[in-house]
């Protein structure tokens, strides 16, 4: 199984770091979320159905995982020209955080058809603009280059991450969490 996310998961990933702030002094605290959130679920499901969970990978952890593969083989995205994953419904909104590996059978749903038809003039040349990075510091300060690849594509647009989501998936910048949060805070006496 392979696990994400949509921009379904912001107002929620917000409402527990408001619910504690020390949380906003964690090192990484969406994948603290998004661990506690995976695993809790997991015991959840695994008591229910009586499989057991055999490996977590998860996008911050190492090795490093091709999870983009792993979805593609799962059946839930596409891979588009640029190389992100394209899924059906959400189109590039989505971010891939988990690979799961149960002792049980696979679902047998069929590949779901390729959402990238004849569109790719959309999103080629955000790509033909796009240099190799050489770090993550990097992807840092280019974050734009690579958001305009998500942003050229038409599929889900109504999905798009608000402006918060997108910057911090890109740049991991607390600043942002914690401006939000007090943004909140004033909102909600
Ligand atoms: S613009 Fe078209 S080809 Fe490019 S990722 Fe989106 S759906 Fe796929």
Redesign the pocket.
Known sequence: MVLGNSRALWPRFLAWLAADRARLELDHPLNDYVASKVNSALAIAQAAEGFKTLAIDFDHTEPVVDLVGAAVAAGLL?R???G?G?HPVF??WVALRARVVFDAPPPNDGQPAP???A??T???PALSRLKALSSEAELRQRAAEFIALRV????GSEHRYDDDQTQYHYTKDRRLLRSTVERMRIQTP
């Not at 050229?152 to 599929?155: E, M, Q, R, T």
């Open positions: 596409w588009a020209p640029t992100l394209i189109g590039p959402p990238c038809r569109c790719d959309r999103c080629r050229a594509c038409p599929l």
